[in-house]
């Protein structure tokens, strides 16, 4: 048992990040730790892992052995829960430059209980650049206690100044078969489903996680992949559309609306609102005060993640038109949608590789839309007209 | 949007000399001033406006008064204050407008106090003050020696407006329908300095006596701000001209189009797109459906025969639609930002692609 079997095919990340903490051993003793440094930036395609390798590298710097899995340490720095592992999720769309200026004083504090204060900065892509501007100096030289750890999806989705200032750990997409083996490992999957759902997530681990405990996520997904089919004339492919932000909205609100309860659950709790007396006051406004800005915030993070879902609907879309043009090209490679054959080789009869490609550009396009800040239903509803009809810009030219 | 709106205005010159004439007019029929003025409130429109009606008045007792306006926040404020109070070779009376007392520095706050314990025989005294507690103290000392107190708070929108329109109307010894004065205010919006001069305009104009909303109609339509919806309809009737009108005189008149037009175009697509969808539906089922007021229906089944020759050109305003919000949001690529005109010119080319006829 040790913190980094979280990880999955990340050897070479875990060997050096193994050899960090050991030269982190040797550097509270005063001795020269070449291995270790104060920045890291953690990059990998969404669902390898980033931030989870962020997490048990943190939880391995403040356990006095070095990662061991099992103390206190190690089981509470993953949670959120080590007085010396701060761990800052940007929740909204971006991160501001006014939350960037406490965080800096934030990791200016001495560490409590260990040798090391770790601040985590997930999605680091998310930072404006005025907040990346306020954080520079202090990555570069924080104080001797600190350990910058950011993560994002590639070096280019950070600003060079950030890049230049960090060492870089890059996790590679984890196997097919890795991911399977996690899945039956860990969670007791059958072998069969294992293996889809390795297959169907490309390697995404949270994803293939998702698809192989939650029928409802497998049958979402069977639901998506059928949409090429169904796109029969302009109605329909405005139905579509509607149909899968829905389910994206359907799944993004059950992953928020747990979080929003107990968000409000603690603020009522923190002000003794349902106690035996009802608050009033001074106290009311200020809690109703707090509330407003906590309902503000839920709602931006609401955004983020639907967009976020529709995203990944977008991205097993890319993959059904990827295995089709594997057909269409006859290249000796594995389908991600073995189980939908048929349907593909279908797909694939009726149209040419120029017809699949067109419509991959269009499907990566409509992503950079929606990612950009266009609104969802608008750039599905483009997305599924140009999927229907790939050749359809040529007309309105 | 002020300098547009003028420009289409006819005759403006002479809106200019109306306005002037009226405040003459106002000014003669005042009460005498008081020593000190206090225009107190937020609508500048409205502090302007007692500024210089104290002033005509004061104007009316002496013609030889100069005016001296100094920022209460001024750093020379007390001294520029004590030179105006002092008297002058001529004699001549001095008019003093210290503006935002709320934000005075404590030397000019010193100098208005011995202004108010020992008032300069020729020297004649007007305060604004934004309105709220800051410099209240001040506010109250002033009141208290008699200063005469002018209430230039901003008006609430809607009923408030409207009451204050009426009496505007009235003060020109005009008067309009009730009818006129809502559709004035819708047509122009909360901005009490247009409305005000859109009623002297029409006041000067109109040659009948009750205004009415014909005249308005004939003066202010397509001025009025355009809503989205509007372009979209115009957009989806494929009446392309009615549409770039209406495209362009949103433009002029807010910097803000961009997102609600493509917003409206958007829910106007899907809405034509899903009545076409359910041809042999009753009109009830179709509203139901998409979520629209069933006495809709029948426009938006219309403006889908409008396009049935022609659907390959609505799947393409789909997609149209999709990069103008791109455009109007600042840009789909990583580290662009398009510039304002650039925006607007995407709207453009939407609008135009999608109402025109098919060529050829």
Same mark, same amino acid.
Not at chain 1, 195 to 207: C, D, T
Not at chain 2, 156 to 163: F, L, N, R, S, W
Not at chain 2, 326 to 338: D, P
């Given at each position: 048992m040790s913190i980094w079997d979280a990880l999955v095919g990340q050897d070479e990340v875990v060997a050096q990040l *193994?050899?960090?903490?050991?030269?982190?051993?040797?550097?509270?003793?005063?001795? #020269?730790?070449?291995?270790?440094?104060?920045?890291?930036?953690?990059?990998?395609?969404?669902?390898?892992?980033?931030?989870?390798?962020?997490?048990?590298?943190?939880?391995?710097?403040?356990?006095?052995?070095?990662?061991? =899995?099992?103390?206190?340490?190690?089981? @509470?720095?993953?949670?959120?829960?080590?007085?010396?592992?701060?761990?800052?999720?940007?929740?909204?769309?971006?991160?501001?430059?006014?939350?960037?200026?406490?965080?800096?004083? !934030?990791?200016?504090?001495?560490?409590?209980?260990?040798?090391?204060?770790?601040?985590?900065?997930?999605?680091?892509?998310?930072?404006?650049?005025?907040? $990346?501007?306020?954080?520079?100096?202090?990555?570069?030289?924080? #104080?001797?206690?600190?350990?910058?750890?950011?993560?994002?999806?590639?070096?280019?989705?950070?600003? #060079?100044?950030?890049?230049?200032?960090?060492?870089?750990?890059?996790?590679?997409?984890?196997?097919?078969? *890795?991911?399977?083996?996690?899945?039956?490992?860990?969670?007791?999957?059958? =072998?069969?489903?294992?293996?889809?759902?390795?297959?169907?997530?490309? =390697?995404?681990?949270?994803?293939?996680?998702?698809?192989?405990?939650?029928?409802?996520?497998?049958?979402?997904?069977?639901?998506?992949?059928?949409?090429?089919? *169904?796109?029969?004339?302009?109605?329909?492919?405005?139905?579509?559309?509607?149909?899968?932000?829905?389910?994206?909205?359907?799944?993004?609100?059950?992953?928020?609306?747990?979080? @929003? !309860?107990?968000?409000?659950?603690?603020?009522?709790?923190?002000?003794?609102?349902?106690?035996?007396?009802?608050?009033?006051?001074?106290?009311?406004?200020?809690?109703?005060?707090?509330?407003?800005?906590?309902?503000?915030?839920?709602?931006?993070?609401?955004?983020?993640?639907?967009?976020?879902?529709?995203?990944?609907?977008?991205?097993?879309?890319?993959?059904?038109?990827?295995?089709?043009?594997?057909?269409?090209?006859?290249?000796?490679?594995?389908?991600?949608?073995?189980?939908?054959? #048929?349907?593909?080789?279908?797909?694939?009869?009726?149209?040419?590789? @120029?017809?699949?490609?067109?419509?991959?550009?269009?499907?990566?396009?409509?992503?950079?839309?929606?990612?950009?800040?266009?609104?969802?239903?608008?750039?599905?509803?483009?997305?599924? $007209?140009?999927?229907?009809?790939?050749?359809?810009?040529?007309?309105?030219? | 949007m002020l300098a547009g709106a003028l420009a289409w205005w006819p005759e403006v010159p002479n809106l200019v000399k109306v306005v002037l004439a009226c405040c003459s007019i106002m000014a003669s029929s005042l009460p005498a001033p008081s020593r000190i003025t206090i225009a107190a409130g937020n609508e500048p429109m409205l502090v302007d406006r007692a500024v210089s009606e104290t002033c005509a008045a004061i104007g009316a007792l002496d013609a030889s008064t100069q005016r001296v306006t100094i920022p209460a926040n001024s750093d020379d404020g007390a001294a520029l204050i004590r030179d105006a109070m002092s008297p002058n070779l001529f004699g001549d009376a001095t008019v003093l407008i210290v503006t935002g007392v709320d934000a005075a520095s404590d030397d000019v706050d010193t100098a208005l106090r011995g202004f108010i314990a020992e008032p300069a025989e020729h020297a004649w005294l007007i305060v604004t003050h934004p309105g709220g507690v800051k410099g209240k103290n001040l506010l109250d000392a002033l009141r208290a020696a008699g200063g005469a107190e002018i209430d230039c708070k901003a008006l609430k929108k809607g009923k408030a407006t409207i009451e204050f329109l009426t009496r505007e109307v009235r003060s020109h010894n005009r008067s309009m329908t009730a009818d006129a004065v809502t559709a004035l205010y819708d047509a122009i919006g909360h901005d009490l300095r247009l409305l005000v001069g859109a009623i002297s305009q029409l006041c000067s104009d109109v040659d009948h006596d009750l205004i009415t909303i014909d005249d308005i109609n004939s003066y202010f339509t397509g001025v009025a701000e355009v809503a989205g919806y509007t372009i979209a309809d115009s957009v989806w009737d494929r009446r392309s001209v009615d549409a770039m009108r209406s495209l362009r005189w949103a433009m002029a008149a807010s910097d803000n189009v961009g997102v609600p037009t493509v917003l409206a175009m958007a829910s106007g697509l899907r809405a034509v797109v899903g009545a076409g969808g359910m041809p042999t539906a009753s009109d009830l089922d179709v509203a139901k459906a998409i979520g629209v007021p069933p006495w809709k229906v029948k426009n938006l089944r219309q403006q889908w025969a409008r396009w049935s020759g022609d659907q390959r050109r609505l799947a393409a305003a789909a997609v149209a639609l999709a990069d103008a919000d791109g455009a109007v949001k600042g840009g789909v690529r990583i580290g662009s930002s398009l510039a304002a005109e650039q925006k607007l010119l995407a709207l453009e080319k939407l609008v135009l692609l999608t109402s025109a006829r098919r060529a050829g």
């Amino acid at each position: 048992m040790s913190i980094w079997d979280a990880l999955v095919g990340q050897d070479e990340v875990v060997a050096q990040l *193994e050899r960090a903490v050991a030269s982190a051993e040797l550097l509270t003793r005063g001795e #020269p730790g070449p291995a270790m440094t104060h920045a890291w930036l953690f990059t990998g395609p969404p669902g390898s892992g980033r931030s989870t390798a962020a997490t048990c590298f943190g939880a391995a710097l403040v356990c006095l052995e070095g990662g061991c =899995g099992v103390c206190q340490a190690c089981r @509470n720095a993953p949670l959120g829960g080590h007085l010396d592992v701060d761990v800052i999720r940007p929740d909204g769309l971006s991160y501001s430059v006014d939350e960037a200026r406490d965080l800096v004083k !934030q990791a200016a504090m001495s560490p409590a209980s260990s040798h090391w204060h770790v601040v985590i900065v997930e999605d680091a892509d998310r930072l404006t650049d005025q907040a $990346v501007n306020v954080l520079l100096k202090s990555i570069e030289e924080p #104080p001797p206690h600190t350990i910058w750890l950011l993560c994002a999806p590639s070096v280019e989705d950070v600003p #060079p100044t950030i890049v230049s200032r960090t060492r870089h750990v890059a996790l590679r997409t984890p196997s097919t078969a *890795e991911v399977a083996k996690a899945l039956t490992d860990r969670y007791a999957v059958d =072998g069969a489903i294992a293996a889809f759902a390795a297959r169907a997530s490309q =390697g995404h681990i949270g994803r293939a996680r998702a698809l192989a405990t939650d029928e409802h996520a497998r049958l979402r997904r069977a639901e998506v992949l059928r949409v090429p089919l *169904e796109l029969r004339d302009l109605n329909s492919c405005f139905v579509c559309a509607a149909n899968i932000l829905d389910a994206a909205s359907a799944d993004a609100d059950a992953i928020t609306a747990p979080l @929003n !309860q107990a968000e409000i659950e603690d603020l009522d709790a923190s002000y003794g609102v349902g106690g035996s007396a009802a608050i009033k006051g001074q106290l009311k406004r200020s809690r109703d005060a707090a509330l407003k800005d906590l309902t503000k915030r839920q709602k931006t993070r609401s955004t983020r993640t639907v967009r976020d879902q529709v995203d990944r609907v977008l991205l097993d879309l890319l993959g059904l038109y990827r295995d089709v043009l594997v057909i269409q090209l006859d290249a000796v490679v594995p389908l991600i949608n073995e189980e939908m054959r #048929p349907q593909i080789q279908q797909l694939a009869a009726n149209s040419t590789a @120029n017809d699949t490609g067109r419509r991959l550009g269009a499907i990566d396009y409509a992503r950079a839309q929606i990612q950009s800040g266009v609104t969802p239903l608008i750039g599905l509803e483009s997305l599924m $007209v140009e999927i229907k009809d790939p050749w359809i810009r040529s007309a309105s030219a | 949007m002020l300098a547009g709106a003028l420009a289409w205005w006819p005759e403006v010159p002479n809106l200019v000399k109306v306005v002037l004439a009226c405040c003459s007019i106002m000014a003669s029929s005042l009460p005498a001033p008081s020593r000190i003025t206090i225009a107190a409130g937020n609508e500048p429109m409205l502090v302007d406006r007692a500024v210089s009606e104290t002033c005509a008045a004061i104007g009316a007792l002496d013609a030889s008064t100069q005016r001296v306006t100094i920022p209460a926040n001024s750093d020379d404020g007390a001294a520029l204050i004590r030179d105006a109070m002092s008297p002058n070779l001529f004699g001549d009376a001095t008019v003093l407008i210290v503006t935002g007392v709320d934000a005075a520095s404590d030397d000019v706050d010193t100098a208005l106090r011995g202004f108010i314990a020992e008032p300069a025989e020729h020297a004649w005294l007007i305060v604004t003050h934004p309105g709220g507690v800051k410099g209240k103290n001040l506010l109250d000392a002033l009141r208290a020696a008699g200063g005469a107190e002018i209430d230039c708070k901003a008006l609430k929108k809607g009923k408030a407006t409207i009451e204050f329109l009426t009496r505007e109307v009235r003060s020109h010894n005009r008067s309009m329908t009730a009818d006129a004065v809502t559709a004035l205010y819708d047509a122009i919006g909360h901005d009490l300095r247009l409305l005000v001069g859109a009623i002297s305009q029409l006041c000067s104009d109109v040659d009948h006596d009750l205004i009415t909303i014909d005249d308005i109609n004939s003066y202010f339509t397509g001025v009025a701000e355009v809503a989205g919806y509007t372009i979209a309809d115009s957009v989806w009737d494929r009446r392309s001209v009615d549409a770039m009108r209406s495209l362009r005189w949103a433009m002029a008149a807010s910097d803000n189009v961009g997102v609600p037009t493509v917003l409206a175009m958007a829910s106007g697509l899907r809405a034509v797109v899903g009545a076409g969808g359910m041809p042999t539906a009753s009109d009830l089922d179709v509203a139901k459906a998409i979520g629209v007021p069933p006495w809709k229906v029948k426009n938006l089944r219309q403006q889908w025969a409008r396009w049935s020759g022609d659907q390959r050109r609505l799947a393409a305003a789909a997609v149209a639609l999709a990069d103008a919000d791109g455009a109007v949001k600042g840009g789909v690529r990583i580290g662009s930002s398009l510039a304002a005109e650039q925006k607007l010119l995407a709207l453009e080319k939407l609008v135009l692609l999608t109402s025109a006829r098919r060529a050829g």
